[in-house]
């Protein structure tokens, strides 16, 4: 198995690593993941989405990237929320594994990375969605995370179906 790095990026990204990144999205979508956009999304549209939000996310905003000896494998990103009253308080968004990676753990060393980036960052509650019934749980659940409900018809899955969306929550000891 070839090694996985995990390193944070933002403003100073690299074209490739937006490359690569944009590849990331473009595949999920052609999975058929719920991540926010439509069937037909395009490697420079996707690039298009990343560039602001690696140059103009909050400074305690966690983006990661994982990668191998090919290239870009994974992401997974940490909001924090804006609201003065919740400065304990950050949305996990986009964790993607491309097919090429899945199952051989990138995305629960991604998410582990990112409590850990969450923590030290002195965040104490993380939430996150994701579209019901969707490999993602399994794994959420197994990382502690605690299902708060779901909502119908929430967003459309990349083929235009409605996805019904699960929440979760975690809270991060000291
Ligand atoms: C969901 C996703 C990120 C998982 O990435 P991955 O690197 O393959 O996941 P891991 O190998 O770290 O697996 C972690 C756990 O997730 C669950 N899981 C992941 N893929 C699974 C699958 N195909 N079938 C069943 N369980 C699965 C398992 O519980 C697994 O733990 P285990 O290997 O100990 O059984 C990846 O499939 C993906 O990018 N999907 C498209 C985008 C997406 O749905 N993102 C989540 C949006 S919230």
């Known amino acids: 198995m070839q090694p996985i790095t995990i390193e944070r990026i933002g403003n100073g990204a690299s074209a490739s690593d937006v490359r690569g990144l944009a590849q990331l999205l473009v595949d999920a979508v052609e999975s058929g993941a719920g991540v926010s956009f439509l069937a037909g999304l395009t490697e420079s549209e996707a690039e298009a989405w990343w560039r602001p939000v690696l140059s103009s996310s909050s400074e305690r ?7 191998d000896a090919e290239g870009v ?16 308080r950050a949305d996990v968004a986009k964790l993607i594994v491309h097919r090429r990676a899945r199952r051989r753990g990138v995305a629960r060393a991604l998410m582990y990375s990112l409590e850990e980036a969450a923590r030290a960052a002195g965040f104490t509650l993380l939430l996150l969605d994701t579209c019901k019934g969707y490999d993602a749980e399994r794994l959420y659940v197994s ?22 969306t699960v929440f979760y929550y975690k809270q991060l000891g000291s």
């Open 61 to 67: 905003a966690v983006i990661l990237i994982a990668r």
């Open 73 to 88: 494998i994974g992401t997974v990103q940490l909001q924090p929320s804006w609201a003065p009253n919740q400065p304990h």
């Open 143 to 164: 990382m502690g995370w605690v299902r708060v409900g779901e909502v119908p018809g929430f967003a459309l899955n990349p083929d235009g179906t409605l996805c019904d």
